[in-house]
């Protein structure tokens, strides 16, 4: 029954183009298409007598990004969505709803990642899985990390529809803080799950917000860490037998192509700096040039220094961004006393990244120095190691787009996403989708109804085949 089932919803996929074949007559077409379809199922589809529905619920779904996004600290358009603040409770209990009324047993661990899983006909094999993050940086959009958390929901509403069951269970999983907006730590939760004894250990101990406020007492306060073991949180080495995100590209590749799907082959590596200086304040008019120590003028050279060492390393992949400049005590008529700078900076070769990461080091010591000023510290917060898309996971990626007969292109991803981290525990790939002008993390970010739908598709027949495997 479940390979009937199977059959089914694969052949549902071109359903519209099979009925207009039958319409037209034309006998070659239909074949034509029945034999793509049946290379890509391994099936056999000449004997189904009936066409079931594969369709997205593209309005629907478009409503619940709608909703989700008036979950905000800040007002529409723009979306800001911290960490355990009230309307991140409220967002989670959002999806928790949808999961829930998309039949699939809801679960959540210490941190609050968020599971929610449809079982398949054999639940002790490992699950396919699929997910992302709905946390927003402050004035961002409404659709980084939300499309592939509803988009998820929705490939299994997809897949329920049209008949299919899975053979292995189908997982769709909420991460907890993508962003480092609170604690100052990217993939939070995904780290978690793939294992990271450190940061466990500093979570329950070390780590604290801008307020002083530790993550143990500010999970607790949503309702998490009912115990300060995080170790509870990593995922068993056989959890998942492949891991598949859907997300916005974030940049503008694939719509000045005109392309609709991009497969992931690669996550570039990124790194996390925080550098402090300490220097002499004083009035601004008392204090002449040749007699100041000034922390701000320090930062703001390492913050050119950054700029210099990531051009010189000779590959476009390597990218760096000084996103963060604070002076102590910040008054116009006052000069720097204390400067703290955070850098980011990544590419797609490890090695490459970590040379501009020691340079950066050496520009510090040499900046202070030369100044006069102190440097109080130069912490690399991560140093991650790029993630490669598995090359299974990247054949069912590109099989789907062949069925849907949907342009593809294999593409790196610059932007770190959580499958950087559960690559570590599973098979991964990505799916991208087109966005307006490439613009992320702000207020215009935009990907159309039509690009979701299609990239909701590609999941769906993804999680389908990687399910039956």
């Not at 619940?64 to 723009?78: K, R, T």
């Not at 450190?198 to 309702?223: E, P, Q, Y």
């Amino acid at each position: 029954m479940m390979v009937l089932r199977f059959r089914l919803m694969l052949y549902s996929v071109l359903s519209i183009t099979f009925i207009a074949c039958v319409q037209a007559q034309n006998v070659d077409v239909i074949d034509s298409t029945i034999k793509t379809m049946e290379e890509f199922s391994g099936y056999p589809l000449h004997e189904i007598d009936s066409v079931p529905s594969f369709s997205v619920d593209s309005a629907n779904l478009q409503k619940q990004i709608d909703e989700l996004s008036s979950f905000s600290d800040s007002p529409a358009p723009s979306v800001t969505r911290i960490l355990y603040s009230e309307n991140d409770v409220l967002a989670r209990r959002f999806i928790k709803n949808l999961m829930d009324k998309a039949g699939l047993s809801v679960k959540e661990d210490a941190v609050g990642n968020i599971f929610g899983r449809w079982e398949g006909s054999e639940p002790s094999l490992p699950a396919v899985s699929t997910g992302s993050h709905i946390d927003a940086i402050p004035y961002s959009g409404k659709y980084d990390g939300v499309v592939g958390v509803l988009g998820a929901i929705e490939s299994i509403n997809v897949l329920k529809r049209s008949g299919f069951k899975p053979k292995r269970s189908l997982e769709v999983i909420m991460f907890t803080s993508e962003e480092p907006t609170r604690y100052g730590i990217s993939c939070l939760g995904s780290r978690l799950l793939a294992g990271s004894e450190s940061l466990a250990r500093s979570l329950k101990k070390t780590v604290v917000d801008n307020d002083n406020i530790s993550f143990l007492d500010a999970a607790k306060s949503a309702g998490y860490a009912k115990t300060d073991d995080f170790s509870n949180v990593f995922l068993d080495e056989k959890s998942y037998s492949a891991f598949v995100e859907l997300h916005i590209e974030q940049g503008p590749i694939l719509e000045n192509e005109g392309i609709s799907i991009g497969i992931v082959t690669a996550i570039a590596a990124p790194a996390s700096i925080k550098v402090d200086f300490g220097g002499n304040g004083g009035h601004a008019g008392a204090v002449l040039m040749p007699q100041r120590n000034d922390a701000g003028l320090a930062a703001a050279e390492l913050a050119l220094a950054v700029e210099k060492h990531v051009l010189e390393s000779g590959s476009i992949d390597t990218v760096g961004t000084v996103g963060i400049l604070d002076l102590h005590p910040g008054a116009i008529n006052s000069i720097p006393s204390k400067s703290h700078i955070e850098i980011d900076t990544r590419d797609i070769d490890e090695k490459r990244r970590n040379n501009v990461i020691e340079k950066i080091h050496e520009s510090a010591v040499r900046i202070a120095k030369r100044r006069g000023v102190e440097l109080l510290g130069f912490k690399i917060v991560n140093q991650d190691p790029p993630a490669l898309s598995n090359e299974l996971v990247i054949k069912a990626m590109e099989s789907a787009t062949q069925v849907l007969n949907l342009s593809s292109k294999m593409m790196i991803s610059r932007a770190y996403h959580d499958s950087l981290f559960m690559a570590r525990k599973a098979p991964m790939g990505m799916i991208f989708i087109p966005c307006y002008k490439g613009y992320s993390h702000k207020p215009e970010e935009y990907a159309s109804p039509d690009d979701i739908a299609n990239g909701v598709k590609v999941l769906a027949l993804t999680l389908a085949k990687l399910s039956t495997n």
